[in-house]
Structure formats: C-alpha cells, structure tokens
C-alpha cells in the first residue's frame, strides 16, 4: 500500500485525573474514509482535536506527508490542508454563502487605492465551488440560518474543499439531517474520496460507517480496542468493540 | 429540501421582503410627510425645506449618531455599551477642564488640547471595557453597567459636581459655525466619522469579522481572528465616538455638562435598533444606524414644533422602538419562509 498521508502514533493525552487518549495510532490514506467509532466518552473527540491542533498530544507524535505536525496549532494544521469540520460547523449564519467559504482568507480588491473586500469574487467563486460538488443554490446572498442543515452541512465541506483539503475530519455529518439530505451528504463524502480526499468519519450510525467506510477503528475508554477493514467484520462484532468485550493486542 | 435548490421566490413575497428591508426608509419618509401636512396646514409654510429646521435636524441627529456610530459596532458583535453616556460626559468635562485651565495659551491650541485630553480619557473606560469584555469574558451589559457607573463618579468629579463654563472661540466656531452659511461644521465632521465607519464595517475585513463574531463567536475563531483583541478595538472605537459626542457638546453649549451624554445614551440605542440591528448580534448597518437618528431628531424636532409637550418625545420613540423590533422580527420569519418552506 501507498504511504499514508496521516500517521498517529502512540499518542496520549490526559485531562487532570481522565486518560482522554492512550497511546493510540493509526494510518491514513490518500482516497480512504476511515470510521472512527465508539461509545460516548471514548476518546473519538480528543483524538480528532490532536489532529486538528487543537490539542497538543502529551505523548506520541502525529506525522502529516511525513512531517511532525503535533505542535502546529488549529490554524497551522488547516494551513496545510487538514479541515475538521465539527458538529456545530463554525458557520458565521449572518453572512452568506460566498463570505462564509472565504472567511480568514477573504479576496479583496483596490478601488481609488483603497482596499475593499471583494464580494463579488468571492460570490462567484463560491459557487463554482459549491457546483463542483453538485450542489446548487438559487441565491447566494441569503444568510448561511436560512438554508438547510444538509446544505449548511455541504457548505462547509465545500470550504474545505475549496481550500484544497486533503485530509478531512467530519464530526457526525448526518447526525442532524433528514433521510433524504442524509444520502446526499453521503454521495457528497463518496465523491471526495474519489477525488482522492483522505476521510476520518465519527459516527454513531453504524448502517452509515458500513456503507462509507473501507476501514473502522474503535476506541474505547481513550484506548484502541480494534481496528478492521470494513469488509472483514460485521455490526456484531463492532459493537462488541465499542463495549470493550473484544480487544486486539 | 434538497442539496439542490430550484425554486424561486415567489413574485409577492419579493415585494414584501424587500419592503420590510425598506421600512425606516418609509418610516422616515412617512413622518416626514406627517409633519409637513401638518406645517402647511397649521402655519401655512414648509417644515422640512426650511433651512433652519433641517441644520436643528441634523445637529440633533449628529448628537445621537455620535454616540450611536461605535454602538452599532458593540451591538453587531454581540454585544452593548451602557458606559458611552458617561464616557461622553466624561470626555465634555474633561476638554472644558484642560481649556479652562490653559487661558494663556492661543484658543485653538487651547481647544486642540482640551479634544485630545477629551479623546484621551474617553479611551480608558474603552480599554477597561475591553480587557472586560474580551479578556475577563464579562457579560458585556454587566460590564458596561459597571462601568456606567464608574465614568459617571468620574465625569462628575473631574466637573467638580458642576457644569464647567469655558471661553475659547475655536471651540465656540466648532460647534456652531457654519461652512458657506448652510452645513453646520459638527455635522460635517461627523458625516465624515459616519462615512469612515461605513467603510470599516462594510468593506474591510475588520468590519466582517464584526459580523462573524457577533453571528456565530466560533466561526471567527475558526477563522483565525483574534476576538480578544477584536473586543478590544470594538469597545474603544465606541469609547472614542462618545468622546466625539461629548466633544461637540462642549463646543456647541461652551460648557462640558458630567450628564451631557445621559439623555442621549437610549436615543442611541433606539437609533441602533431602527436602524435594523438585533439585540441577539450578527447585524446591523451604520446606515441603517444613520437613519435611526434622523427618524429621532425628526421626531424630537418635530414634536417641538407642532407645540407638543416633550414628554410627548419620549412616548413616541419608545413606540418607533418597538415597532422596530417587532419588523425586524417579522422580517427574519419572513426571510425564513421564502428561503426554506416554500
């Protein structure tokens, strides 16, 4: 198999008296969705925060195109094209589409030598960016409120997108959606890691992990109980992981 | 509802959003026309196109605005600024003070320093607004509450408990004199203050980061913005336009009152809030804001006019306010309809 984009190795981390995080690794690839699963409190958050930057692992490094990547902070990791996107969305929902995909990084332009952001650019290209992925909207100046939450959710994967991710953390995307967006947001994450995007996916749903995933890893209580390509196991099995009753070692 | 979205709005609703994002431009007009039928008909003559009436107008207005320029900022980002009716006293005190106690020195340098000490001191319960606010995390009405208090003691000690009386004619030619005979120089000073903050909350970054932070904190934090230090400079740019409106206080009445910016502080916010802002954050215009005041230097005027009691003033902006509020709630269920359920 070809390198991974994204190793962790061995990392830890603890909160005063709670072992979030024991020395836990994994591997990932280029055009690969990988499931991270478990039971509330076993560690899922913790970890996709160490890999976000926004916490620094006690122990282990987290290794990114073979650079240490542990230190960088949340907006030194975005810079080199891994994007979380958590539950919440960080969407500015007062603002529109095309300022909130530019946010941080906004175009601007000189009129009489004066700088003034450029809406207009950033409308235009926001919704090349937006048809990229097959989603269209009629009008880009609405605030994000007024949209749905799955075309909220597909704004923000567009963003990322748009920013030349190639790592992508997705904190339960579809929790909150209805069937229909449900399965539009899937073929969404199946047409990036098409497209060569490297997936990590925390879910609850297991139909979905089933459905999107090629591999699943299961924490539980901080630590990594199992790890299996999604082909080699079944729900069964993998609840059976998430409740500690199997362990690899 | 799909990922993909191909319905248009509806021609009647168009009609109705876009008049409900117009509705202080009618209101404005409206009252406009109220009190020149009413002009006409009880004296015979125009109300608004006399020149005397529009430069009462719009001095009021400049009153109001100044204060109420930095306080669209607060209230977009989330937040509110009780302190700037004191800060505002505060800083007319304090340039009456500093030119009071430089007599010997040529008047406009006497001025010059008296509006930069104003300014100056303005700035502090800015900062400590800030540090508050951004730094404490301090629920931003607690902390302006607190420091209402706190410039309030101040603006009346440094008065020394009375209004103090100056004597310098730049000051006097400041907030009185005229260009050409027609524009009142404190309205051009504060159209061109007005026009600067425009293009900060409209066209720069800062300004979007004002609207991000006051929509959703996490989104401009994601962004990488600085929100402490965004916090810091939203509370001084509001800490220097109430120096501003303490400043033409002193200059117009040649005299700095502790409790000049008092009466102005809910004119203010009322003007904020008409101007389409929402006390939840995330929006707002400084023309908006612009529109606001004069919709209340119109009516404050106009009552006087037509021979109302003041106390009339009061009933009516408060009725304009809640209005305001009650549009603008219609207009998000209204923008929520045509987006999403139709």
Redesign the interface.
Known sequence: MSEPILTVEGVSKRFGATQASKEVSLELHAGEVLALAGDNGAGKSTLIKMIAGAHVPDDGEIRYDGQRIGMLGPQGVRDLGIETIYQDLALADNLDVGINIFLGRERMHRRFGIPFLDRRTMRDEARGALEHLGIRLNDLSVPVRFLSGGQRQAIAISRAVYWKARVLIMDEPTAALGVPEQREVKALIRRLRGEGVAIILISHNLADIFELCDRIVVLERGRKVGERRIDDTDEDEVVAMMMGRVVDR | ?????????PPHLRVLRTLTSAWSWIFLFLIVVFFEAWSWQTYGRTFIANLYNLQSILLTATQILMMALGLTLVIISAGIDLSIGFTAGLAAVTMAVVMRATPELAPPLSFALGVGAGVGIALVPGLINGWLIGRLKVPSFIGTLGMFGVTRGMAFLVAGGATVAVRNETARDFGNGRIADILPIPVLVAATITLLFH?LL????FG?YV??M???L????????NTTRLTFTIYLLSAFTASMAGIFYTSRFSAGAADAGEPILLNAVAAVFIGGASLT???GTIGGTVIGALIIAIIQFGLVFIGMPPFWQFITVGLVIIVAVLIDQSRDRL??LT??AA
């Open positions: 509802m799909s990922l993909i979205d191909s319905r248009a709005l293009y409209a066209h720069t970054r979007l609207y991000a006051g929509g959703n996490q989104s401009a934090v994601r962004a990488g913005v954050g995330g929006s923008a929520r987006t999403s």
